[in-house]
């Protein structure tokens, strides 16, 4: 898992390239952690602070991310599914060429974020659509120029 302890809830932060099944890592502070081509199936990231975080090349299934703090995070052409982002703050977190399908943004910031604009613009501050269920969405700024006409 991590590398080395700092305190009680602050660990090293490089998970690269490792497949998690089920594991809890919620109520901790992994800020700049790099999950970047990570297999994470069923994990419990809520109420963690994943400021900053590297998610690039993940593949997220069933994850949740409700709580959490990924200020700044990066989930580029990573894939998503089925994944609960409620009351998260994803305020500048890069989602651009992610893969997001079943996900649910209810609550969240996604005000700064790119590759989300379509959660914006399309919601109006109705924050009942903010949940994409059944919704597959490869390249976002594609949807979002083909919807806009940009």
Do not use: P, W
């Amino acid at each position: 898992m991590a590398r080395k302890k700092k305190n009680r809830n602050r660990v090293e932060n490089d998970y690269s390239r490792q497949s998690f099944i089920g594991a809890d890592f919620s109520n901790l502070d992994l800020d700049d952690a790099d999950f970047s081509n990570c297999s994470l199936t069923g994990v419990d990231f809520s109420n963690t602070d994943l400021a900053k975080s590297n998610f690039q090349g993940a593949s997220i299934t069933g994850s949740d991310f409700s709580n959490a703090n990924l200020c700044g995070s990066d989930f580029h052409n990573s894939s998503l599914a089925g994944c609960n982002f409620t009351n998260s703050d994803v305020d500048g977190a890069k989602f651009n060429g992610a893969s997001i399908t079943g996900c649910d943004f209810m609550n969240a910031d996604v005000e700064q974020a790119t590759g989300l604009e379509f959660l914006i613009e399309t919601t109006n501050n109705d924050q009942s659509s903010r949940n994409l269920t059944s919704v597959s969405i490869t390249d976002t700024r594609q949807y979002v120029d083909h919807i806009y006409g940009g």
